[in-house]
């Protein structure tokens, strides 16, 4: 079981190499179309409205964080449409898969959604990891310690956890269910305190 945090922190402190106007290539699952977890998420803001501190995530810009790959002024565009190319065959071999979200966790910095089961995602990830080795000398980011979720409201604050707690443990929540068919690499920025991209290639899964 997780323990959870008694306080909070803003997310929004400007992380290494992030500025306003940086924009950034990653690989996120999204979730377009997808109406059981637009449901899931629309009952968790109106569980946690009036509550201060959160910035909700809407549905547009809900999302599973995968890989990175740099900032857009770091990395040839040429490396990454080869990285497409690459992520298209290794990708191909990974069936689409269910997931299903139910109760939310309290992170520091968010109220994220644990995925269930996490290993067809893990698979997908390991796949645009070994794809970006295809192409570039070094993978970055970890391969360890990741952790999928989709997070349902960022931290905006710092402060005690309170009546977050409170609100989370009284929500009486359907469990959502999600069909995972596609990876998306996407050109990310946080410029108004939300995670907001442009897309830039889609690639399906087999």
């Not at 269910?98 to 990830?125: G, H, K, M, Y």
């Not at 000398?137 to 990741?146: C, H, K, L, S, T």
């Amino acid at each position: 079981m997780t323990t959870r945090p008694e306080h909070m922190r803003n997310h929004w402190w400007w992380r290494p190499g992030w500025s306003v106007g940086r924009r950034f290539y990653t690989w996120h699952l999204v979730f377009d179309g997808q109406q059981d977890v637009h449901r899931f998420a629309e009952q968790y803001r109106a569980a946690l409205a009036g509550l201060g501190g959160l910035d909700p995530i809407p549905d547009r810009w809900l999302h599973l964080t995968m890989q990175g790959i740099g900032f857009i002024d770091e990395v040839e565009q040429g490396d990454v449409d080869a990285i497409v190319t690459a992520a298209r065959d290794r990708l191909a071999s990974v069936p689409a898969f269910d997931v299903t979200f139910s109760a939310p966790v309290i992170d520091p910095e968010a109220v994220l959604v644990p995925v269930q089961p996490d290993e067809p995602v893990r698979a997908v990830r390991d796949a645009v990891r070994a794809a970006i080795g295809d192409v570039l000398p070094e993978v970055p980011e970890r391969a360890e310690g990741f952790r999928p979720h989709v997070s349902v409201a960022y931290s905006s604050g710092d402060g005690p956890v309170g009546a977050l707690g409170e609100a989370l443990d009284a929500a009486d929540i359907e469990p959502a269910t999600a069909r995972i068919a596609s990876a998306e690499l996407i050109v990310l920025h946080r410029d108004n305190r939300m995670y907001e991209w442009q897309p830039y290639a889609r690639v399906a899964l087999g």
